[in-house]
Every structure is written in structure tokens, then in C-alpha cells.
């Protein structure tokens, strides 16, 4: 069963930074384009990185771009969301999503997570 794991959300302060993992279970990610996504209360989900398969080409939604940073292990068959300078408007659940489509883009993927809240408050 292919499944896709998200952890290391929790509560942060501010400026503070946090790193999400997305972990594959029942396939290799190795040839799959990762994405980060997230759904903040009472707004659409939004996508905020992807990474393609061979880690090549990596792309950011503007509202991350200098923060966030995505890459991937496929030893590990991991994909990993380094957030730094966070910010309140940051807070969302967070879902990593795999497709085979090779271009790096934020929408149409195939297999999605459940999903780790990241909460940015003082």
C-alpha cells in the first residue's frame, strides 16, 4: 500500500524554524516529484515547494521563497521541508503529495499524506 507519512510539526514561536519530514512507505520515491503543501483554516490549500525526482529542480511559492528550503534523501526514501523565519501566517496543516509527472509544479498529484500541523505563535 503506498503511503506517505508527514512529521515534525508542532508549535513554534515566531522567527523560530522547523523541519518537516515526508516519509514513503510501499513505494521508492525515487522517481516521483515531491510537493509541500499547506491548508490554513477557512482558506484553500496552497502549494509551497516541490522537488523533482533527481532533486534537479526545486520550486517555491513566493510567500516561502528565502525561508523554506525542500530536499530529499532517496537513501532514506525521505523528503525534508527545512522552515526557517517563521511567521504566524505560516500556520497550517502541512501535507507532502507525490506524483510521476517529472516537472516540478504545485498542483495535480497523485498520492497525498494526512497531513502535520505547524503552528507559528508567541
Known amino acids: 500500500q503506498l503511503q506517505l507519512v508527514e512529521s515534525g510539526g508542532g508549535l513554534v514561536q515566531p522567527g523560530g524554524s522547523l523541519r518537516l519530514s515526508c516519509a514513503a512507505s510501499?513505494?521508492?520515491?525515487?522517481?516521483?516529484?515531491v510537493g509541500w503543501f499547506r491548508q490554513a483554516p477557512g482558506k484553500e490549500r496552497e502549494g509551497v515547494s516541490c522537488?523533482?525526482?533527481?532533486?534537479?529542480?526545486?520550486n517555491y511559492a513566493d510567500s516561502v521563497k528565502g525561508r523554506f528550503t525542500i530536499s530529499r534523501d532517496n537513501a532514506k526514501n525521505t523528503v525534508y521541508l527545512q522552515m526557517n523565519s517563521l511567521k504566524p501566517e505560516d500556520t497550517a496543516v502541512y501535507y507532502c503529495?507525490?506524483?510521476?509527472?517529472?516537472?516540478?509544479?504545485?498542483?495535480?498529484?497523485?498520492?497525498w499524506g494526512q497531513g502535520t500541523q505547524v503552528t507559528v505563535s508567541s
Open positions: 522537488i523533482s525526482s533527481s532533486g534537479g529542480s526545486t
Open positions: 510501499g513505494f521508492t520515491l525515487d522517481y516521483y516529484t
Open positions: 503529495a507525490a506524483t510521476l509527472f517529472a516537472v516540478c509544479r504545485l498542483y495535480e498529484y497523485d498520492y
